[in-house]
């Protein structure tokens, strides 16, 4: 079953850095480009970047241009994510999810990822 | 930056008919993409390039777009339809999300 599984929960303190991972499956994983994106509480849908698993290319949202690394490992087919300098408000869960027909067909479970001191 | 406007809020009675309208610029040379979110659950995809259902998607989603509207409509509205609805376009390789439609059926 083609599948995005994303990693566990987290909780950060501000200012430290989170990473998480989102494993495909049953798919060949250089097809398809890879986003990721967020939701705060009670909020609606965020883009945050793109990552090409072929090339590694990736474009962020400027808002995540200098804290965002979106990078992947083509031989265990699994996407990241890392956020640095984490503030209260990224408190979200975050999504992988895949384009195939233009549109994001395929989602990952979500990761909540809690910033608290 | 590119931007989509939908209604916060939506209701329809059981078993009508509901439209939920996502308004941006220029929007006749986007492909409009739709979810649905479930509270609790990732959201899935149930219109994609304005009007293409996803296989496993219920002929009674449907979509268009013309001007600078696009428009879900969910026929024949059930009770699991109940959800957030989200409209999403590209602007070049980024992704732009409406803020969402909140459905309530009565």
């Known amino acids: 079953q083609v599948q995005l599984v994303q990693s566990g929960a987290e909780v950060k303190k501000p200012g430290a850095s989170v990473k998480v991972s989102c494993k495909a499956s049953?798919?060949?994983?250089?097809?398809?480009?890879l986003h990721w994106v967020r939701q705060a509480p009670g909020q609606g849908l965020e883009w945050m970047g793109v990552i090409n698993p072929r090339g590694g290319n990736t474009i962020y949202a400027q808002k995540f241009q200098d804290r965002l690394t979106v990078t992947r490992d083509t031989s265990t087919t699994t996407l990241y994510m890392e956020m640095s300098s984490l503030r209260y408000e990224d408190t979200a869960v975050y999504y992988c999810?895949?384009?195939?027909?233009?549109?994001?067909?395929?989602w990952g479970q979500g990761t909540m990822v809690t910033v608290s001191s | 930056s590119y931007e989509l406007t939908q209604p916060l809020s939506v209701s329809v009675a059981l078993g009508q008919t509901a439209s939920i309208t996502c308004g941006g610029n220029?929007?006749?040379?986007?492909?409009v993409h739709w979810y649905q979110q479930k509270p609790g659950q990732a959201p899935v995809l149930v219109i994609f390039?304005?009007?293409n259902r996803p296989s496993g998607i219920p002929e009674r989603f449907s979509g268009s777009n013309s001007g600078n509207t696009a428009t879900l409509t969910i026929s024949r509205a059930q009770a699991g339809d109940e959800a957030d609805y989200y409209c999403?376009?590209?602007?070049?390789?980024?992704?732009?999300f409406g803020g969402g439609t909140k459905l309530t059926v009565l």
């Open positions: 049953e798919y060949t994983f250089t097809s398809y480009y």
């Open positions: 220029n929007f006749g040379r986007k492909n």
């Open positions: 390039r304005d009007g």
């Open positions: 999810a895949g384009v195939m027909s233009d549109a994001f067909d395929l």
């Open positions: 999403q376009v590209w602007d070049g390789s980024s992704g732009i």
